[in-house]
């Protein structure tokens, strides 16, 4: 019982210390138990701090009971126990400041001298009990001075064993770092050795590694793949036992000199595989030197390269051999022809080369199809092979041109005689199929040093005079002569200035009145082309046949409809009554597909009426493509355009077709009118005659005397133009001649 007091009253006293030292200043009660009593007492206390002494002072006294408040007045005892309490308070300030004087002493000297742990030296007047403490203190400082000394000791000494500690977990750790980048590296070799290792058993290319003596140590799988031989066939021996014997000793001292010297050699060998098979490789040799520099190994891989041969072949043939026929083509041809010019120049030779071309084949390829064209084609081919010597060269250029080489002539007859077996050999028939074909072929010859000195002379000459021969009526040969190089560059010339002249507007355009022979009327115009070269007046037959070969007769047929509509707009400005104008279409224009489209936006663009508008036309245009000129005819027939057959009765015509034909007009040419014979009499009165049954009008050209008129005039000829009316007149005279023809 008393064990749990004491417990709550010093729990209650811990609670007062800290109520004392949280206010300083004031004043508590709680319970104490005396020594001689086993009952806790109440006491009070009073307490103040005292600053310069860092220390809170306080006086207790027995509580006051209550019973005793009852028997004394409290006015009469209050001032007396203020009185007492004040005094009390006083006497317990002095004392305990006389008290702890030596303590505070004491602790001021400990903290001056307590970093250099100095003996502490007390006064006499110092109380016994304090000298008591000092000396217990002396001895603690210097047992806590020794036991200082002892731990720094021991200290350093832990210090030591510390960094030693440190150094070796330091060490441990590098050295363990150490071993695993060693483990690392080791399985990194590892794992590059067997990669080197899938690498050398899995290549597709053959392998072999050698001692420095040229004694195979391993090969691979692929070796065996390629050459036929095991590996225990293989290794001990030198690998000169693939050779083929096809290289020189000369091919192999070089390739051990790029060796030595360079540290490796590549290149294409022919080696021989086990069962004898030759097979060409592409060889890489490498050597493999230590850190002194000396040869230890050498290393070489291969692979075999048949098949890249192969196809180099075949590239080849299709790069320099005519795909059809199998001769050779125009970069082959071209090759040899400038080795043979070379040789010929050395020795002071003579070549020719024959330019070949079959007449009329592509009457063939039309009628019977491409197929069969081809196999004439390589029958020609066939045939002409078998009259050539060995030493020329055939080959084919495209279509239906051959060219061949023919070296070491001595003189023009051989060359001639030459160029006639060609022709004799295509004399006989051509069984394609169950047909029976007969080919001709026009030939031109160039000769060198005379006729060329290059390639592209000779082959230019011969095509020449290979033209020549087909204009002088095919199925034979030509002679490349200088008067046709003189020819050529005149046709290149006069090309070249008509596009000039079509881009200045150097062409002008004729106009030649159309009369009626009735009435002797003005009834139209027809548009002629001249050249007006620097003041010089150049009729139509000196450039018409160049713009014809040269493909700008289409630019200069348009030209003259533009030409014509500018004519006819002037005129409609003037106030002047518009007649029709013809305008001859050569055939390449009017066998254009969008002709018509073309001639509409001319139309369109100057504002010209369609019926202001007359084509003419050759019948050998018309009997072209029959079916195209019905359809284009009829489409401009619908359009208000009307159409004439010029030069009727010059070529070949069915009469069939011509009443199809929506034409309105024959025009008999002039030679017919100016022939005097009686044929070409009845030839005219014949076409008049005809011309009245299908309705269609006649005009006869190249009228030029009264009597020519009359007789026309008797057969019933509608119209007549010539020069017996008017020559073919300039823009401002034609109009003067309508505007005259007009007034009368």
Same mark, same amino acid.
């Given at each position: 019982?008393?064990?749990?007091?004491?417990?709550?009253?010093?729990?209650?006293?811990?609670?007062?210390?800290?109520?004392?030292?949280?206010?300083?200043?004031?004043?508590?009660?709680?319970?104490?138990?005396?020594?001689?009593?086993?009952?806790?007492?109440?006491?009070?206390?009073?307490?103040?701090?005292?600053?310069?002494?860092?220390?809170?002072?306080? =006086?207790?006294?027995?509580?006051?009971?209550?019973?005793?408040?009852?028997? $004394?007045?409290?006015?009469?005892?209050?001032?007396? $126990?203020?009185?007492?309490?004040?005094?009390?308070?006083?006497?317990?300030?002095?004392?305990?400041?006389?008290?702890?004087?030596?303590?505070?002493?004491?602790?001021?000297?400990?903290?001056?001298?307590?970093?250099?742990?100095?003996?502490?030296?007390?006064?006499?007047?110092?109380?016994?009990?304090?000298?008591?403490?000092?000396?217990?203190?002396?001895?603690?400082?210097?047992?806590?001075?020794?036991?200082?000394?002892?731990?720094?000791?021991?200290?350093?000494?832990?210090?030591?064993?510390?960094?030693?500690?440190? #150094?070796?977990?330091?060490?441990?750790?590098?050295?363990?770092?150490?071993?695993?980048?060693?483990?690392?590296?080791?399985?990194?070799?590892?794992?590059?050795?067997?990669?080197?290792?899938?690498?050398?058993?899995?290549?597709?290319?053959?392998?072999?590694?050698?001692?420095?003596?040229?004694?195979?140590?391993?090969?691979?799988?692929?070796?065996?793949?390629?050459?036929?031989?095991?590996?225990?066939?293989?290794?001990?021996?030198?690998?000169?036992?693939?050779?083929?014997?096809?290289?020189?000793?000369?091919?192999?001292?070089?390739?051990?000199?790029?060796?030595?010297?360079?540290?490796?050699?590549?290149?294409?060998?022919?080696?021989?595989?086990?069962?004898?098979?030759?097979?060409?490789?592409?060889?890489?040799?490498?050597?493999?030197?230590?850190?002194?520099?000396?040869?230890?190994?050498?290393?070489?891989?291969?692979?075999?390269?048949?098949?890249?041969?192969?196809?180099?072949?075949?590239?080849?043939?299709?790069?320099?051999?005519?795909?059809?026929?199998?001769?050779?083509?125009?970069?082959?041809?071209?090759?040899?022809?400038?080795?043979?010019?070379?040789?010929?120049?050395?020795?002071?030779?003579?070549?020719?080369?024959?330019?070949?071309?079959?007449?009329?084949?592509?009457?063939?390829?039309?009628?019977?199809?491409?197929?069969?064209?081809?196999?004439?084609?390589?029958?020609?081919?066939?045939?002409?092979?078998?009259?050539?010597?060995?030493?020329?060269?055939?080959?084919?250029?495209?279509?239906?041109? $051959?060219?061949?080489? #023919?070296?070491?002539?001595?003189?023009?007859?051989?060359?001639?005689?030459?160029?006639?077996?060609?022709?004799?050999?295509?004399?006989?028939?051509?069984?394609?199929?169950?047909?029976?074909?007969?080919?001709?072929?026009?030939?031109?010859?160039?000769?060198?040093?005379?006729?060329?000195?290059?390639?592209?002379?000779?082959?230019?000459?011969?095509?020449?005079?290979?033209?020549?021969?087909?204009?002088?009526?095919?199925?034979?040969?030509?002679?490349?002569?200088?008067?046709?190089?003189?020819?050529?560059?005149?046709?290149?010339?006069?090309?070249?200035?008509?596009?000039?002249?079509?881009?200045?507007?150097?062409?002008?355009?004729?106009?030649?009145?159309? =009369?009626?022979?009735?009435?002797?009327?003005?009834?139209?115009?027809?548009?002629?082309?001249?050249?007006?070269?620097?003041?010089?007046?150049?009729?139509?037959?000196?450039?018409?046949?160049?713009?014809?070969?040269?493909?700008?007769?289409?630019?200069?047929?348009?030209?003259?409809?533009?030409?014509?509509?500018?004519?006819?707009?002037?005129?409609?400005?003037?106030?002047?009554?518009?007649?029709?104008?013809?305008?001859?279409?050569?055939?390449?224009? $009017?066998?254009?597909?969008?002709?018509?489209?073309?001639?509409?936006?001319?139309?369109?663009?100057?504002?010209?009426?369609?019926?202001?508008?007359?084509?003419?036309?050759?019948?050998?245009?018309?009997?072209?493509?029959?079916?195209?000129?019905?359809?284009?005819?009829?489409?401009?027939?619908?359009?208000?355009?009307?159409?004439?057959?010029?030069?009727?009765?010059?070529?070949?015509?069915?009469?069939?077709?011509?009443?199809?034909?929506?034409?309105?007009?024959?025009?008999?040419?002039?030679?017919?009118?100016?022939?005097?014979?009686?044929?070409?009499?009845?030839?005219?009165?014949?076409?008049?005659?005809?011309?009245?049954?299908?309705?269609?009008?006649?005009?006869?050209?190249?009228?030029?005397?009264?009597?020519?008129?009359?007789?026309?005039?008797?057969?019933?000829?509608?119209?007549?133009?010539?020069?017996?009316?008017?020559?073919?007149?300039?823009?401002?005279?034609?109009?003067?001649?309508?505007?005259?023809?007009?007034?009368?």
């Amino acid at each position: 019982m008393k064990e749990n007091l004491s417990a709550e009253i010093a729990e209650e006293f811990a609670t007062l210390a800290e109520k004392v030292w949280g206010e300083k200043n004031g004043f508590h009660s709680y319970s104490w138990i005396p020594s001689n009593s086993s009952n806790p007492a109440d006491k009070n206390i009073a307490f103040r701090e005292i600053p310069e002494l860092r220390l809170i002072a306080g =006086i207790t006294a027995p509580h006051t009971r209550p019973d005793m408040v009852i028997v $004394f007045s409290p006015q009469k005892l209050l001032p007396a $126990f203020a009185a007492a309490f004040l005094l009390a308070l006083l006497l317990a300030f002095f004392a305990t400041k006389i008290l702890v004087r030596p303590l505070i002493q004491f602790v001021q000297h400990t903290a001056q001298n307590i970093s250099t742990f100095e003996p502490l030296h007390l006064s006499r007047r110092t109380y016994k009990e304090l000298a008591q403490i000092g000396s217990t203190f002396n001895i603690l400082i210097e047992q806590l001075h020794q036991t200082k000394e002892q731990l720094n000791a021991e200290q350093q000494t832990s210090e030591a064993v510390h960094d030693q500690l440190k #150094s070796e977990i330091l060490t441990r750790e590098q050295t363990h770092e150490k071993l695993l980048s060693e483990i690392a590296t080791r399985k990194s070799a590892e794992n590059y050795l067997q990669l080197f290792k899938n690498l050398f058993e899995h290549a597709i290319e053959g392998i072999i590694v050698t001692d420095k003596d040229a004694r195979i140590l391993t090969v691979n799988k692929s070796f065996t793949d390629i050459t036929g031989y095991q590996p225990q066939e293989a290794i001990g021996r030198n690998p000169n036992m693939l050779s083929s014997g096809q290289q020189s000793a000369n091919f192999y001292r070089k390739m051990w000199q790029s060796l030595q010297k360079n540290g490796s050699w590549f290149g294409e060998i022919i080696n021989r595989k086990k069962d004898g098979t030759i097979c060409p490789e592409w060889l890489s040799i490498s050597q493999l030197k230590d850190k002194d520099n000396n040869t230890t190994h050498y290393f070489a891989f291969f692979h075999d390269i048949s098949e890249l041969k192969e196809k180099e072949k075949q590239i080849s043939i299709m790069a320099y051999r005519d795909a059809l026929t199998k001769l050779p083509n125009r970069a082959a041809l071209e090759a040899r022809l400038t080795k043979a010019i070379s040789k010929a120049k050395r020795e002071a030779g003579t070549l020719a080369v024959l330019f070949i071309d079959l007449d009329n084949f592509k009457n063939i390829n039309d009628t019977l199809g491409h197929d069969k064209g081809d196999e004439v084609l390589i029958q020609v081919s066939k045939r002409i092979n078998q009259v050539i010597r060995q030493e020329d060269t055939l080959s084919r250029l495209g279509g239906d041109e $051959f060219i061949l080489l #023919s070296e070491s002539i001595e003189n023009e007859s051989g060359i001639f005689h030459l160029a006639g077996r060609i022709l004799s050999c295509l004399q006989e028939p051509f069984v394609i199929g169950f047909s029976e074909l007969f080919i001709n072929a026009s030939i031109g010859i160039a000769t060198y040093p005379n006729d060329g000195k290059n390639t592209n002379e000779l082959i230019k000459n011969a095509d020449m005079a290979m033209y020549r021969a087909k204009d002088e009526g095919k199925n034979k040969f030509v002679l490349f002569t200088q008067e046709m190089h003189e020819n050529f560059l005149t046709h290149v010339r006069i090309e070249n200035s008509i596009r000039t002249g079509l881009q200045k507007k150097e062409f002008i355009i004729y106009y030649q009145p159309k =009369i009626d022979i009735p009435s002797e009327r003005l009834t139209s115009f027809e548009a002629l082309i001249r050249w007006n070269k620097n003041g010089l007046i150049i009729g139509p037959d000196k450039f018409i046949p160049i713009a014809e070969e040269s493909g700008l007769i289409d630019k200069m047929s348009l030209y003259v409809l533009e030409e014509v509509c500018i004519f006819l707009n002037k005129l409609h400005t003037q106030g002047t009554s518009l007649l029709p104008v013809s305008v001859n279409m050569a055939p390449r224009t $009017f066998n254009n597909l969008e002709i018509v489209e073309t001639i509409d936006t001319i139309l369109h663009k100057y504002r010209i009426d369609h019926k202001y508008i007359e084509f003419e036309i050759t019948e050998t245009t018309a009997m072209q493509d029959i079916h195209h000129t019905l359809k284009t005819m009829n489409r401009f027939r619908q359009r208000g355009i009307s159409f004439s057959i010029d030069d009727f009765g010059t070529g070949y015509s069915s009469l069939s077709y011509l009443n199809e034909m929506p034409v309105s007009t024959l025009k008999i040419d002039k030679r017919f009118i100016d022939a005097n014979d009686n044929h070409s009499r009845s030839i005219v009165s014949t076409i008049i005659a005809m011309s009245k049954q299908m309705q269609l009008k006649v005009i006869a050209e190249g009228v030029e005397t009264g009597e020519q008129l009359d007789w026309l005039r008797t057969l019933g000829c509608n119209e007549a133009q010539g020069y017996f009316f008017a020559k073919p007149m300039p823009e401002s005279d034609a109009t003067q001649f309508i505007q005259n023809g007009q007034n009368s």
